[in-house]
């Protein structure tokens, strides 16, 4: 399969793994602040914050809502009271610090790079995400850095998409693949905007979600076979 020129790809979960990070951002943000968590602690905050994220894709919450509150939201139920927009700049700090890759994605990226137009979409903060990408020495390969906070909208929305288009030259819908891990917000907005869909399926979940991607990997590298690229062997 030749058919495509420009690869769009989310970030998080598809190309840094954003697990390893999270974890790590939210165990230095509590020591900080001296508050002892329990695993219920996070796996709770992670609930919520899934929940405020999946409502930030449906345009029922704002950016800034989901980012100050949730923290306060999720301590209050354990008893804790804390300042949300506080304890989310101290989250955002450590987040901007861990770009542990996803399994071959920077060989992935780098061999992509020389045959494609490769681009970034991503729902996170700005500069975060700009921050991470570069540290991951990432940046370098991409023409262009798309990130719902600087474009006013956010995927799966079709202005998202539009404005992405826009701004891509001599774009065509028709030799565009989007790849990234969610359903709801990469494979979705794709569908809904007209271009291929690849859903990187990189935790192995069965799909019950009734939104049908065009191609499904569990592996980065899978990509080279559904592009048929070859690699030089040295």
């Known amino acids: 399969m030749t058919k495509y020129k420009t690869l769009l790809f989310d970030v998080d979960d598809t190309l840094l793994d954003f697990d390893l990070a999270e974890n790590a951002a939210l165990d230095?943000?509590?020591k900080e602040e001296n508050i002892p968590t329990t695993p219920e602690m996070i796996a709770r905050y992670k609930e919520i914050n899934e929940s405020m994220w999946r409502a930030f894709e449906r345009g029922e919450v704002t950016k800034n809502t989901l980012h100050n509150t949730r923290f306060a939201i999720a301590l209050k139920e354990f008893g804790i009271e804390v300042d949300g927009v506080y304890f989310e700049s101290l989250f955002q700090k450590y987040l901007q610090e861990?770009?542990?890759?996803?399994?071959?994605?920077?060989?992935?990226?780098?061999?992509?790079?020389?045959?494609?137009h490769l681009y970034v979409v991503?729902?996170?903060v700005t500069i975060t995400q700009n921050k991470r990408l570069v540290d991951a020495n990432l940046a370098q390969y991409f023409k262009g850095i798309f990130i719902s906070e600087q474009t006013g909208y956010q995927k799966p929305m079709p202005a998202f998409f539009d404005y992405v288009f826009d701004r891509i030259e001599h774009f065509d819908k028709d030799k565009t693949l989007i790849i990234g891990d969610s359903l709801t917000s990469d494979v979705k907005g794709g569908l809904q905007s007209g271009i291929d869909t690849c859903w990187f399926?990189?935790?192995?979940?069965?799909?019950?979600?009734?939104?049908?991607?065009?191609?499904?990997?569990?592996?980065?590298?899978?990509?080279?076979?559904l592009l048929n690229i070859k690699i030089p062997q040295y």
Request: hydrophobic share 35%.
């Open 201 to 225: 399926n990189i935790h192995n979940i069965e799909n019950i979600s009734g939104i049908e991607p065009h191609y499904e990997i569990k592996e980065l590298h899978e990509l080279h076979d």
């Open 122 to 124: 991503s729902n996170g």
């Open 98 to 116: 861990a770009h542990h890759y996803v399994e071959g994605a920077y060989d992935v990226i780098a061999q992509l790079a020389e045959q494609y």
């Open 28 to 30: 230095r943000m509590f």
